[in-house]
Each structure stands twice: as structure tokens, then as C-alpha cells.
């Protein structure tokens, strides 16, 4: 995973995931991937 100023960190990460069903499906991408790249679209835009 690539460090970049907009992703979250692993505390953050430890509250969100409550929130999701990050092992109920396999996945193509980490979540926390999608999760990183979406914050990082809303930084630039």
C-alpha cells in the first residue's frame, strides 16, 4: 500500500471497520484500498 497524506490511519481504519462488513465477501481490492482512494479523489477534487 502507497502512503499518501489522505489515507486513513490504523486507528481510524479500527473505527470504520465496526462500521463495514469487510470480511462478510471476498473482495477484488481491499476495502481500505477503496476506502484510501476514494478520500484521495476527494482531496484532489
Known amino acids: 500500500m502507497n502512503h499518501y497524506p ?5 486507528n481510524q481504519w479500527q473505527v470504520m471497520e465496526k462500521f463495514l462488513d469487510v470480511q462478510v465477501r471476498k473482495r477484488k481490492y481491499p476495502l481500505r484500498s ?4 476514494v478520500l484521495m479523489l476527494n482531496k484532489i477534487f
Open 6 to 10: 489522505s489515507n486513513i490511519t490504523d
Open 34 to 37: 477503496i476506502v484510501n482512494a
